[in-house]
């Protein structure tokens, strides 16, 4: 354990303020993340450095396919999450009790460098903004040998926090799980706004790519996914989007998303978005290509990907693509 960043006290009563639920918390009670905890009027952090996985994956796994494509990154996550989605594909460590395995930053950082080819740290597999004390201390050791940071989050945390990460974090991919306040009410127990506050602070300093997981009837309107991808251009129109096609998973029986469903939402998207991906369905055409002049910029099989360019611009039309290689 480690005492907990971002909270006040009221006598032995704790509220935190680490992300937007700001649980007011007396002793010995945890917060909705299920990882911070009231001891005796004092916050502590549980999950400090405990790790549940930790795996050396390709980078566009996570997924991020204009960051140091084909690259691999050491990917670690440990326990918690503050949203409550229904179809959590990762809830086993998200809100069960798994086994951990502790690892200090400084340990994590060496493994990271003994990594043959990696690029840095992707923080995943639960949300890592409320594993902030450990991603926080172990992001500045990371820059210091010269390693990426990387975020794979659901944006729920609170602006200050936020900003106090982001100088040490290279890249994220985000997830806006639908754009609705009622969709996240009732699906995830959360709220939208806060998501797309934290897309506007890290679009303004860091690469940033998004991810919408697509459900049939639940978030597949058309003019519901035209009108977040409006909002996204109205931040960048280069970032990077990418539709997951759902699969029943956790308390969510519904049957997998239709084809032609994705279909139909890639086609809404790619009304104002430049970079549009199709997730979890298999043989699809993930290339990246130029929005100018079609030129294929990085072919992709599965999880492998080769450059076609020289990172900056399409040698076809010369025209500037957004991508860090």
């Not at 918390?25 to 916050?43: A, D, F, I």
């Not at 004390?133 to 926090?161: C, F, H, Q, S």
């Not at 974090?169 to 639908?178: P, R, T, V």
Request: with cysteine; charged share 20%; aromatic share 8%.
């Amino acid at each position: 354990m480690k005492e907990a960043m971002y909270y006040t006290r009221d006598g032995d009563t704790v509220r935190c303020f680490l992300c937007p639920h700001a649980c007011v918390l007396k002793p010995e009670q945890t917060g909705r993340c299920s990882v911070r905890r009231n001891k005796g009027g004092v916050l502590y952090s549980l999950n400090y450095g405990e790790i549940t996985a930790c795996n050396v994956d390709p980078i566009e796994k996570k997924p991020l396919y204009h960051f140091y494509p084909g690259r691999p990154i050491l990917s670690v996550g440990s326990f918690g999450c503050n949203l409550k989605c229904g179809f959590c594909q990762n809830h086993a460590i998200a809100h069960g009790t798994p086994g951990t395995v502790f690892v200090s930053p400084g340990d994590l950082v060496s493994r990271a460098m003994s990594v043959r080819d990696n690029i840095g740290i992707a923080y995943t597999y639960n949300e890592p903004s409320i594993w902030y004390e450990y991603v926080l201390d172990t992001a500045r050791l990371a820059r210091e040998r010269v390693l990426k940071n990387v975020l794979v989050t659901n944006g729920y945390i609170g602006i200050k926090a936020l900003e106090q990460l982001l100088p040490f974090i290279d890249a994220l991919n985000i997830d806006i799980k639908a754009f609705s306040d009622d969709y996240y009410g009732s699906i995830c127990s959360g709220r939208l706004s806060p998501v797309l506050d934290t897309v506007k602070a890290a679009a303004g300093c860091c690469h940033v790519e998004v991810t919408t997981l697509v459900v049939d009837e639940l978030n597949s309107d058309t003019g519901q996914l035209e009108s977040l991808a409006e909002w996204i251009a109205g931040v960048d129109k280069h970032i990077p989007i990418h539709l997951s096609r759902y699969y029943p998973a956790y308390q969510m029986d519904r049957p997998p998303t239709r084809l032609d469903t994705m279909a139909a939402a890639k086609e809404a998207v790619k009304k104002h978005l430049e970079y549009v991906y199709i997730g979890n369905v298999a043989g699809v055409d993930n290339n990246t290509y130029c929005p100018a002049c079609d030129a294929k910029l990085v072919e992709r099989r599965g999880h492998a990907a080769r450059l076609l360019f020289d990172g900056k611009k399409c040698g076809d039309c010369g025209k500037p693509i957004s991508m860090v290689v």
